[in-house]
């Protein structure tokens, strides 16, 4: 049986591209007022930061595009003189990331990494299930993010 865990991450990942469904790109870069960034970025800081927090820290190869790193890490924020990737290419990336979560960690939920790592709400995280659920978290706060921008939009 699927450990709990998967589905718990399908069901946020599930309600968040419901709620960028309707997002074309030219909406997706508008940063109200307010805010620090746009729909766009919190959808690409969702994907690069579950890609690091399930497979980077597991030792497993990240398969997101290089440039994500620098659009779209922690403490980063929309750049108009940036070229962002489409809507359509982040939206596929988070559609295909929990199945190869699934695939690549499933038997390794008690695995201890080799790096642990601080959240920077000071969360120690040293085990796989540990990275995973925090994404949890991670994902449901962009997830409200992005949720807000809309209405202001």
């Known amino acids: 049986m699927k450990p709990y865990i998967f589905r718990q991450l399908q069901f946020v990942r599930n309600q968040t591209l419901k709620e960028l469904a309707d997002v074309d790109d030219q909406s997706s870069e508008i940063i109200p007022a307010g805010s620090n960034n746009h729909i766009k970025w919190n959808a690409g800081h969702i994907c690069l930061v579950q890609e690091k927090f399930a497979f980077f820290h597991a030792g497993e190869p990240m398969q997101i595009p290089e440039d994500y790193k620098e659009l779209f890490s922690p403490g980063t924020k929309p ?55 925090f994404c949890l978290y991670h994902e449901g706060m962009h997830f409200e993010k992005i949720k807000m921008i809309k209405k202001l939009i």
């Open 79 to 133: 750049n108009q003189d940036e070229k962002y990737p489409p809507m359509r290419e982040i939206i596929h990336l988070l559609e295909n990331q929990m199945e190869r979560i699934e695939q690549v960690l499933q038997y390794r939920l008690d695995e201890e990494v080799s790096s642990p790592y601080t959240t920077s709400k000071g969360m120690y995280l040293s085990r796989v299930d540990e990275f995973l659920s």
